[in-house]
């Protein structure tokens, strides 16, 4: 990257974040939501695809219809609409994925229904900045992708460690954490991971700071 | 009157084990984000949040378990696991409006500006919507899916408090930078959470 980008970068770091849903605004590591789904059914990598088919069919969607009709209303009426869009949607989500993947959508058990009211697909009902369709379609993808990769990350790494297997693939033949499987295990590995994220990003920051200082200079 | 006893040991004895072993947020994580986000907004009261979220939960139960056999009646019982999130929803709305048009008419128009935002969001939140359907899931009747409602509405209360005041009683400039915020909140949780375990030795089917 040149210096003058990481300038601009750094005059522009709130946009930039807020643009960067994967990493420097990653919806589950940096802004704690979709947190129920992740910390108690991500326990295997088939669970964590499972999941991430759900969102990606629903979050986008949901934003696209709301977007459109949502303009004129206000507060308590958006959230009961968003809502009911995101469970409408749902519904068929959920039916079709039952029909093609058969009952191991059902292991989930309450976690793929709740994504419904989940923060990470409403999240924006109190907001009053409008959003155009466009916009919804980018953000909507944006997020679907923080989700995914976080979502994923979590997966694999309590598979691992619980049951010694990545994808159902044994890697080692002894489970190091077995903990890792149960609920709390799962707030401890997201609250690590989430650390580390947040280290990467403050260390980003820092060096997009210094590279901009020092073009500054040489300018 | 065995009947009733029978029924009063079934009401307490669901909603101890929802504030106990199923707790809403140690044990399952429900409502964790909405309730995470309480914590991060001055605006938001718990005690406000946690009552308004009492009340819509009862009322979702009960409205909940009148609908379903509607459902199956006019002939969607097969799509019934595929609705239930959105006749949930529409519950809670229902829940919603009577509490605000009684709340309007019961307190004073500066109480009810002060009440209206932590009302709002707990009237549907992942601890309602997640709770009602697991006493649907596991064909709770009504006194059952009362009593655990209301176990883990007060097992949620229980919990924000223990959360909101672990965090305010963490020595953030002691704790490593890399852990601050979201990352402390959540190993905290995690400790309350083993606790739980460690008391009722009990792991949840999902």
Known sequence: MKNKDYSYLYANWDDTVRRRKITLSNPVFVKGLALAPVVVAGTTVQNGILLCIAVFFLLTPTRIITSLITRHMSVPFKTFFYPFVSALVFAFVYYYMYRYLGTRVLLLGVYLPILVIDPLIVKNFEKTRKESVLYSVINGLRNTMGFVVACLLVCAVREFLAFGTIAGIKVIGVALLPMAQYSFGGFLIVALLSGIWSTAIRNYKYKVKVEAMHSERLS | ?206
């Open chain 2, 1 to 206: 009157m065995n009947d009733f006893l029978k029924m009063m040991v079934e009401f307490f004895g669901y909603s101890l084990v929802a504030i106990g072993a199923q707790n809403a947020i140690f044990t399952r994580a429900l409502g964790l984000s909405s309730g995470m986000r309480m914590l991060n907004d001055p605006k938001k009261n718990t005690f406000y949040f946690c009552g308004a979220l009492t009340v819509f939960q009862v009322m979702t139960s009960v409205i909940v378990y009148y609908v379903m056999p509607l459902v199956t009646a006019m002939g969607f019982g097969a799509y019934r696991r595929f609705v239930l999130p959105t006749i949930i929803v529409m519950a809670c709305t229902v829940s919603y409006v009577v509490v605000i048009t009684l709340l309007s008419r019961i307190v004073s128009k500066e109480k009810f500006k002060d009440l209206l935002k932590s009302v709002t969001s707990a009237s549907i939140t992942g601890a309602i919507v997640g709770t009602v359907l697991l006493t649907n899931y596991q064909g709770m009747n009504l006194v059952q899916s009362i009593g655990f409602g209301l176990g883990s509405s007060v097992g949620y209360l229980f919990a924000m408090l223990l959360i909101t005041e672990g965090d305010r009683k963490i020595a953030h400039d002691k704790v490593p930078e890399s852990l601050r915020g979201l990352p402390i909140t959540l190993v905290y949780i995690s400790v309350l959470a083993l606790a739980v375990y460690g008391l009722t030795g009990h792991a949840i089917a999902l």
